[in-house]
């Protein structure tokens, strides 16, 4: 405990000098920026970044990659809320609510409960970060094929419950999702499925292009059907902070979301956008308010972005005290250690403690930073809504399609971007709904390579989901989730007969 | 939108401000005289990787373009560009389609000859033309540092004891790591579980959270590994043993009486009828690169090897390499 | 809505049989666990089933509020739109990328949602030095360059 406080202190001392905090500051800005354009995430801009790095000191190169790793979780709230282009992966349900909220003029709090939340996150996991990295090290590890199976089996069946019209085109469009992620190659066997003959597909059909194009493009065309001049969204000044009651309804949120997004970025397989539509699919059980989720509830916001920071700062556990990656950047984080000449790994603790120590020490200075950036200019961000849509919509659709491009430097990325935006503008007009899609895509890559996994890991015995504690208790909760909307719909059956069978009699008795 | 752009535009201009005087800089070396060169094409030159910035292979190439550029071996600006897709296909297709290009080259590693044969689809390394292999390395063969096998040998009857009861974590289906477990069973003939997961990374980290038995790694990540006791390596899959003092006690496979040798090998290659005195320029420079201690002190840190293979010998190792692997994939029931 | 369902079911239904039939060659289950064709036999099983349900909904329901297509304007700007959409794809490799978005934009701005010129210009003028400054110049991504090398 004391050690690790002398540690933080000495962290400091290292983050604080004017070359360090310039840079921590470059790259919290640089995170902010690429997670607010749509296409490039987080992970791909500081891959683009590296060879930049290649001249400065190791410590001060991990410092800015790392701020723009998580600049790049505020950074995608910004573009999700306003024009309901996901920024970046973790950010895609926000694009949900966000949107919506914006659209009800409320974009300022969206904005400022997402900066809160994300803020209160990213503190309490670099907290966790400091006094407990070892054992939750260990603790990330005890997470395995089995555990992943489950969780993503939790994310895919929560599904039905998301949006709020009828559940067979949830599901419905949940296998749609399952159909474009099973496209590629097999992860386990290496055959192709799906590709037709196409080398561009034999890698599969990345989230983004999906999320892309059918939350962002889709949105964008709906929207130029109105040929009359379109009303800018009005946002009122009393709407663009928080108000006490929006405060009181997200705070449990932000501490369930952070809480969960912090353990979920603990597993190597997971990563910040599974934790977003964990927490958000979560706080939608606990909600009081279940109904508004998806129609625009700011709790469920609040929990999404709280999970994807904690998640982006909880992936670091893993990497720093065991030198696996848990996440897509943490990856290049790794990689720019090795470019910079430093070995990760579980010896990485002791033999760069400056450079360890110093990268915690940024991590806060960086979500203050943030912090003090987004929470002022959260209505400034709003009042973008101002400018008329029509001179909006352009630049959306360019720097979406430019961003596509970006990601794997092929047209046929684009394409594939485009293609979905058709497909979701047609979803849209057949009333169905686009969120089942993008989850979909994301879990079902885990879930099928896990369960495959688990069971050559079991030698084909399914007794691997109840003999490891952590699954087991996963097993329960998969139950309860498949179990409850059932009892629910039987209990409301009855209610509804007896209330029925009431009426007659009083019919009767009349 | 606009907004953003702006505040982004201050923090752009401070890192544009560096990427000015970095490119200043590189300009006053270029004035510089270069060594002599027979034909040097003119513009920055694109190295094409088919991994994503921060892969062995992607940093492999930026260090040496970084290298070739700092000791103006080649003064055109060396641009590593990361073209992902179909496991190096696209990267491959880029390169291709480049014909005769002066100003595109491509980076060979194992998915260039192993994604053709795993796919169905026709070979790459004859049609390209070849400059040079010269980064070399090893594997190890790793298991949990309590498991009773005390030699690779010991590993062996362990794995005969049950069939297909040691599981192997490793890459996807067709990978380096596949292979090598493929090897192994063919020399030993024991059969082993071989689970793929999603990345090495992913493996690294079953491993570690000891859910598999045996994972193959190269030196530079066993090394922190066998240092934390968390690994235990049984054997090196070279012809001769690492001299390095970490890695100068770990026996050869071989030298065990188990004939696998196997390891990893990255170089160049330009597009098809690329011009003879330009793979004489690259020939050249390559032979200066290997020759720098910058070269040196990375491939050392790196715990690789740098054998050059020149242009001359480059079509026949092509060959050769392109035989071993479709001989182990075939033997893994991969090829198609 | 009794038609989108009607037609969404459908296509849903083919997607499944196409995903059905594609993989159907694949191994269902490899020595230990299940193989290639193991994950898309229960998509398309699934999507079969459900398809089949929504259809025959859709079939049964009485009640049906229309679908909320957009007049003859709006349908025709989202078809300009959606084709310029690809005419970049189509175009970009041939007169370079940052060529084509800019006509693009034009094109929507000016022909399309028929705004005023100056501001259609500014706030091209603005998109493509935002587009060119982060990508190109500061993120060193290599555009695809057209005829005329821009």
């Known amino acids: 405990m004391i050690d690790s406080l002398v540690s933080l202190g000495q962290g400091f001392a290292i983050a604080l000098t004017p070359m360090n905090l310039l ?45 723009i790793m998580y600049g790049g979780m505020y950074g995608g709230t910004l573009t999700s809320v306003l024009v309901n282009v996901p920024g970046e992966a973790a950010s895609v349900m926000t694009a949900v609510d966000g ?47 089995p555990e992943y199976f489950l969780l993503a089996t939790l994310g895919i069946t929560a599904t039905a419950s998301i949006g709020s019209g009828s559940p067979i085109k949830a599901i419905l469009m949940a296998v749609f999702g399952l159909m474009i992620a099973l496209v590629g190659t097999d992860p386990i066997l290496g055959s192709a499925r799906l590709t037709f003959g196409s080398t561009e597909l034999l890698d599969g059909i990345d989230f983004l292009p999906v999320a892309i194009g059918i939350f962002g493009i889709a949105e964008v065309l709906a929207s130029l059907e109105q040929s009359y001049d379109s009303e800018p969204i009005k946002t009122r000044l009393k709407d663009m902070w928080l108000s006490g009651k929006d405060w009181a309804e997200c705070r449990i949120a932000i501490l369930r979301g952070g809480v969960l997004g912090f353990l979920i970025g603990l597993m190597p397989g997971a990563g910040p956008t599974v934790a977003a539509i964990l927490a958000y699919v979560t706080e939608k059980r606990f909600s009081r308010h279940p109904e508004r989720f998806g129609n625009g509830a700011l709790d469920g916001v609040a929990a999404a972005e709280s999970a994807n920071n904690s998640a982006a700062h909880g992936a670091l556990i893993p990497m720093l005290a065991l030198g696996i990656p848990g996440s897509a950047s943490t990856a290049v984080l790794l990689a720019a250690l090795v470019l910079q000449g430093i070995r990760p790994g579980p010896t990485l603790l002791v033999e760069q403690a400056d450079l360890v120590w110093g990268l915690i020490a940024s991590m806060f200075i960086g979500n203050v930073i943030l912090l003090v950036l987004n929470l002022p200019l959260a209505p400034l961000f709003a009042a973008l809504l101002r400018i008329p849509y029509e001179y909006l919509a352009p630049g959306i659709l360019v720097i979406s399609l430019v961003g596509a491009y970006a990601t794997t430097l092929s047209l046929f990325s684009v394409g594939l971007t485009l293609f979905f935006g058709m497909v979701g503008y047609l979803m849209m007009k057949a009333d169905l709904p686009r969120a089942p899609v993008v989850l979909a895509v ?34 329960l909760l998969v139950i309860a989730s498949l179990l409850l909307p059932l009892m629910s719909m039987f209990t409301r059956h009855r209610a509804r007969r007896r209330s029925r069978n009431e009426q007659q009699i009083s019919i009767a008795t009349k | ?232 390596v049984l054997a090196v899959l070279s012809e001769k043993r690492r001299t390095e003092p970490e890695f100068k006690d770990i026996p050869t496979a071989k030298e065990q009486g188990y004939d696998i040798l196997w390891g990893q090998s990255w170089g160049l290659a330009g597009p098809p009828d690329m011009d003879p005195a330009l793979v004489k320029f690259w ?54 | 809505m009794k038609t989108a369902d009607i037609v969404s079911a459908v296509v849903m239904l083919v997607l499944s049989g196409v995903v059905f039939a594609t993989t159907r060659d694949l191994p269902y289950w490899a020595d230990f666990a299940p193989g290639s064709a193991f994950a ?107 005829v005329l090398g821009i």
């Not at chain 2, 694109?46 to 970084?66: F, N, Q, W, Y």
């Not at chain 2, 190096?88 to 291709?96: G, P, Q, R, S």
């Not at chain 2, 590693?109 to 994604?115: R, S």
């Not at chain 2, 362990?158 to 996807?172: N, S």
Request: charged share 15%.
């Open chain 2, 1 to 232: 939108m606009h907004t953003t752009g702006s505040i982004s535009s201050r923090c752009n201009r401070r890192l544009m401000m560096m990427g000015a005087a970095v490119t200043t800089a590189a300009l006053m070396l270029g004035v510089q005289p270069g060594f002599a060169q027979g034909k040097a094409p003119t513009g920055p030159i694109e190295i094409t990787s088919g991994t994503s910035p921060g892969g062995t292979p992607d940093v492999l190439m930026r260090r040496a373009a970084k290298i070739l550029n700092d000791e103006k071996i080649i003064t055109n600006p060396l641009v590593v560009q990361n073209r992902t897709g179909g496991s190096w296909m696209v990267a491959a297709n880029w390169v291709l389609n480049k014909k005769g290009d002066a100003n595109t080259v491509l980076t060979v590693a194992q998915p260039i000859l192993t994604t053709p044969i795993t796919t169905g689809q026709p070979t790459l390394y004859d049609k390209l033309t070849p400059i040079s292999m010269f980064i070399q390395g090893d594997l190890l063969i790793a298991v949990q540092p309590n498991s009773p096998a005390k030699d690779f040998k010991g590993f062996i009857d362990l794995a005969k004891q049950r069939e297909r009861g040691i599981k192997v974590a490793g890459a996807q289906a067709g990978s380096t790591d596949h292979m090598v477990t493929g090897l192994i069973e063919k020399a030993s003939g024991a059969k082993l579980n071989y689970v793929p997961f999603d990345g090495g990374g992913a493996a690294a980290t079953a491993f570690l959270g000891g859910n598999v038995d045996m994972i193959v790694l190269p030196p530079s990540e066993a090394l922190p590994l066998i240092k934390s006791n968390k690994a235990k």
């Open chain 1, 23 to 67: 840079f921590i500051f470059v790259g919290v800005c640089l995170g902010q920026l690429i997670g607010a354009l749509p296409g490039l995430g987080p992970s791909a801009g500081m891959a683009l970044l590296l060879p930049i790095t290649f001249g400065i000191p190791p410590a001060t190169a991990i410092m800015m990659l790392a701020g």
């Open chain 1, 99 to 145: 949107h919506r909220l914006a659209k009800q003029g409320r974009a300022g709090a969206a904005l400022s409960v997402s900066a809160i939340g994300s803020f209160l996150a990213g503190v309490g996991a670099v907290i966790a970060l400091v006094f407990v990295t070892p054992p939750l090290a260990e603790f990330a590890l005890s997470f395995s094929s």
């Open chain 2, 283 to 336: 020939d050249d420079a390559i032979q200066k690169l290997v020759a720098t201690d910058a070269w040196k002190a990375m491939v050392k840190e790196m715990f690789l090897r740098s054998e050059v293979v020149p242009a001359s010998q480059a079509k026949a190792h092509f060959v050769e390499l392109h035989n071993q692997h479709l001989a182990v994939l075939k033997d893994l029931g991969l090829a198609k």
């Open chain 3, 40 to 146: 898309p036999f229960w998509v398309a099983a699934t999507g079969a089933v459900l398809s089949i349900a929504l259809f025959v909904g859709a079939l049964r329901r009485q009640t049906n509020p229309p679908v909320d297509w957009p007049d003859r304007t709006g349908l025709q700007r989202v078809i300009l739109t959606a084709a310029g959409l690809w005419a970049v794809i189509v175009l970009a490799p041939i007169i370079g990328l940052m060529a084509t978005a800019l006509l693009f934009m034009l094109f929507l701005l000016i022909f399309v949602e028929r705004r005023r010129l100056v501001p259609s210009l500014f706030t091209t003028a603005l998109t493509m030095a935002l587009v060119y400054g982060v990508f190109s110049a500061w993120l060193g991504i290599a555009f695809p360059k057209g």
């Open chain 1, 442 to 475: 994301v879990l079902a890559s885990l879930m099928e390579s896990s369960l495959r996994q688990s069971l050559m890991l079991s030698e084909g015995s399914l007794s691997i989901f109840v003999q490891r504690p952590l699954s087991a208790i996963l097993l």
